[in-house]
């Protein structure tokens, strides 16, 4: 692989570092400030919604769809160093450039797997950043790192679908803007292939039958920008037939297809996490001093810092190798490598965040800085679209089978 940008991704770099600088982290401070007087706390507040408008007048916009007929036309490699700019400022920035989840991975799957109907209905108003989505997959009564296990029904009765079941941790579902679920749950629970049992359907969030029970905190934060996590409940939600996505028996295909991309945008996020973390550390080394020596001459200090410029050259090289990957011999080809850099870089990370934290001291832990709050949403990511350990256990089986 070549590991230079191209012409496109260059320019498109340029563009969003210039935006990063002169209105997002400006931004951060108002978010909070301008969150504190609104009536909802889901809402986007004013500056959001004013980045929102300047990053679409910029053609930053929709940049993580690869189908040019939807968004950018980007290849991963081309989106990977994009969302590592993104991800230095989790909070405001993939959500004012249309590129946050869970969004982003319903829009793949109905650019993907919608009909003409599906896709005019709801991912044209997702694209033009009008509503926003959720994606119910988890459920708080079963281990849900086995999707297989999943519990909700999806009874077919005449020309409609009627959805029964729990779900937690269903993100976007707070906000005031999300408009429908995708919905995955099973079709044929006594099916025999247990890989063909499930199925995905577009449930409207006022369908009669569902319900937003509670929102769901992750570390104590409310998680604003992903538009909240909630758990809800669907009791006897009917939906038309025709708000089946794809074929019936297909959810769990579909799952499987939205997550790939879903977990190494995940990871090129995280690289711009670590790399706020660096910057931030480095800054606070070089002006504090503890017992009558400056931060940044302490032999601890400098061991992290090198440690941390180290590893994240190591997971950029992994992750871009996946996207790499991904687009030459596509998802099913680079699972391996998808697997590698799931497990890699989360818990890699938050120990990144976890030496810069210490460094700040209470200040780390505090809602002064971002550490804090970058530290929850990395370590959610160790469990966000499969825990480590069930990576871990593919990825092995993989490699012993080279040998049995």
């Keep these: ?106 829009m793949e799957v109905l650019a993907q797997f919608g009909d003409e109907a599906q896709r005019k209905q709801w991912l044209q108003p997702l694209l033009a950043g009008e509503i926003r989505s959720a994606f119910a997959m988890t459920e708080p009564e079963v281990a849900s790192s086995d999707a297989t296990n999943i519990t909700t029904r999806i009874e077919r009765d005449g020309d409609e679908y009627v959805i029964t079941g729990r779900k937690w941790y269903i993100s976007g579902a707070m906000h005031p803007d999300c408009a429908v679920f995708i919905v995955m749950g099973k079709t044929d629970p006594d099916g025999a292939d247990i890989r063909r ?100 001459q302490q032999g601890v200090v400098q061991n992290w810092i090198a440690d941390a410029r180290v590893a994240v050259e190591q997971l950029r090289l992994l992750v871009l190798k996946t996207a790499w990957m991904m687009d030459t011999v596509g998802n099913r080809g680079a699972h391996t490598e998808i697997q590698a850099i799931k497990i890699a870089t989360p818990r890699t990370v938050v120990g990144i965040l976890d030496r810069a934290i210490q460094l700040y001291g209470a200040g780390g832990v505090s809602q002064d800085f971002p550490l804090a709050e970058l530290y929850a949403g990395a370590r959610t990511l160790m469990i966000a679209d499969g825990p480590d350990e069930v990576h871990q256990r593919s990825l092995a089986r993989r490699e012993l089978k080279k040998h049995l």
């Design 1 to 106: 692989m070549d590991f230079a940008f191209d012409a496109r991704t260059e320019e498109l770099r340029a563009k969003l570092l210039a935006f990063m600088d002169e209105y997002v982290y400006p931004a951060e401070a108002v978010v909070h400030e301008q969150r504190a007087g609104l009536d909802s706390p889901w809402r986007n507040v004013p500056v959001v919604e004013e980045l929102k408008a300047e990053a679409r007048r910029q053609g930053l916009w929709n940049l993580f769809l690869p189908d040019s007929g939807y968004g950018a036309g980007l290849t991963n490699l081309q989106y990977a160093p994009l969302a590592e700019i993104m991800g230095r400022s989790p909070q405001i920035a993939p959500t004012v450039t249309n590129c946050a989840a869970p969004d982003t991975g319903n």
């Design 197 to 296: 049992q499930q199925s995905m359907v577009l449930v409207p969030r006022d369908t009669p039958g569902v319900t937003i029970e509670r929102a769901m905190r992750v570390f104590g934060y409310e998680d604003h920008y992903h538009g909240g996590h909630a758990e809800v409940v669907f009791d006897h939600a009917r939906v038309p037939a025709s708000h089946l996505i794809g074929e019936e028996g297909g959810g769990f295909a579909i799952a499987q297809a939205r997550l790939g991309p879903g977990r190494i945008h995940h990871c090129m996020r995280l690289i711009g996490m670590a790399e706020r973390a660096i910057e931030l550390m480095c800054r606070r080394a070089v002006s504090r001093d503890a017992f009558g020596t400056a931060l940044a």
